[in-house]
């Protein structure tokens, strides 16, 4: 970019800019002046004058506030509500086609997708669901089962989900009756204070609590 493109640039956006914010100063200075002349009226009706005079310049320099800033943010409070950076970031992972590796037997290349996702996404539900029942259901491996849920519980974030529900009771199959039934016990406490599970969720881990020695 040449003077030429600099010195048009700076006519047509940063002058105007530069200009209407030296203009609300001055206006929020009258404003000030005209607050401060009211301790030094000679009569009533001077003060309720140099009042009238103070919101006069006040609403001038909210008006050109907000013709110079309110569009800029709006624009930025929209692109937040429609497009929030987090779920831009955390895009739903492809599952589809480990789904279709399980049902037709790639159990291994299966296994490793889904851990890949699991370190991609380690607060994902059904991730954590799909690679513990492909642990425990298929590859027989219900220690790993638990690594992976213990993982996902130091992890999630938020509100529960069916399926993060499916996993605690899992994780529950998969640790009750072993020595690591206190663990497992100041899972579910836990759950139950955080107070995101629905009633019948609730109730369910108050009955497993009841039920561990």
């Not at 037997?105 to 991730?127: C, F, S, T």
Request: include cysteine; proline fraction near 4%; charge should be positive.
């Amino acid at each position: 970019m040449d003077w030429k493109d600099r010195s048009k640039l700076f006519c047509r956006e940063t002058l105007p800019r530069l200009a209407g914010n030296l203009l609300i100063l001055i206006f929020f200075l009258l404003m000030l002046r005209e607050i401060f002349a009211c301790g030094s009226a000679g009569n009533q009706l001077m003060v309720i004058f140099n009042v009238l005079k103070a919101w006069l310049f006040a609403a001038i320099a909210a008006v050109l506030l907000v013709r110079m800033y309110l569009p800029a943010v709006a624009e930025k409070i929209t692109f937040g509500l429609l497009y929030p950076k987090r779920y831009l970031k955390a895009a739903p992972p492809p599952l589809s086609p480990i789904y279709a590796l399980i049902a037709q037997g790639n159990l291994d290349e299966a296994e490793v997708q889904l851990n890949e996702l699991a370190e991609k996404y380690p607060g994902h539900a059904e991730i954590t669901r799909t690679l513990m029942d492909l642990y425990t259901d298929s590859l027989g491996r219900d220690d790993l089962a638990a690594a992976v849920a213990e993982k996902y519980f130091s992890n999630v974030r938020g509100r529960s989900s069916e399926d993060h529900f499916r996993i605690l009771m899992r994780y529950a199959d998969l640790l009750q009756g072993t020595e690591r039934e206190d663990q497992l016990r100041l899972r579910l406490e836990k759950e139950l204070k955080n107070r995101h599970l629905t009633g019948p969720q609730a109730s369910a881990v108050r009955c497993r609590l009841g039920n561990l020695h």
